[in-house]
Nanobody
Framework: QVQLVESGGGLVQAGGSLRLSCAAS????????MGWYRQAPGKQRELVAG???????NYADSVKGRFTISRDNAKNTMYLQMNNLQPKDTAVYYC???????????WGQGTQVTVSS
């Protein structure tokens, strides 16, 4: 089992920054993939950014150049640095974790990010 605890969400003005954190515990394993998803009201959940244990990353086009995903494998923690936030970024952000070939995906409880104009 894997448990994910997210933090760092909040209310910020357009152009501001937030840093989200996701701490994983349990059966982490040595190889895994973690990512950030977001879901706005009435919309589908979408991938924001993902990162492997080895540091390979990918980003949604909508956040490239503004968001940076990173992880600290020693702490089993993933981060999302969000700069130049815009109202379109308003959503609940979810931490996601999976071990390829070793079980289901896990989700955090979500953290609200609200960007005002």
């Amino acid at each position: 089992q894997v448990q994910l605890v997210e933090s760092g969400g909040g209310l910020v003005q357009a152009g501001g920054s937030l840093r989200l954190s996701c701490a994983a515990s349990g059966s982490i394993g040595s190889i895994n993939v973690m990512g950030w998803y977001r879901q706005a009201p009435g919309k589908q959940r979408e991938l924001v950014a993902g990162i492997t244990t080895g540091g390979t990353t990918n980003y949604a086009d909508s956040v490239k150049g503004r968001f940076t995903i990173s992880r600290d494998n020693a702490k089993n923690t993933m981060y999302l640095q969000m700069n130049n936030l815009q109202p379109k970024d308003t959503a609940v952000y979810y931490c996601n974790f999976y071990r390829p070939g070793w079980g289901p995906q896990y989700w955090g409880q979500g953290t609200q990010v609200t960007v005002s104009s």
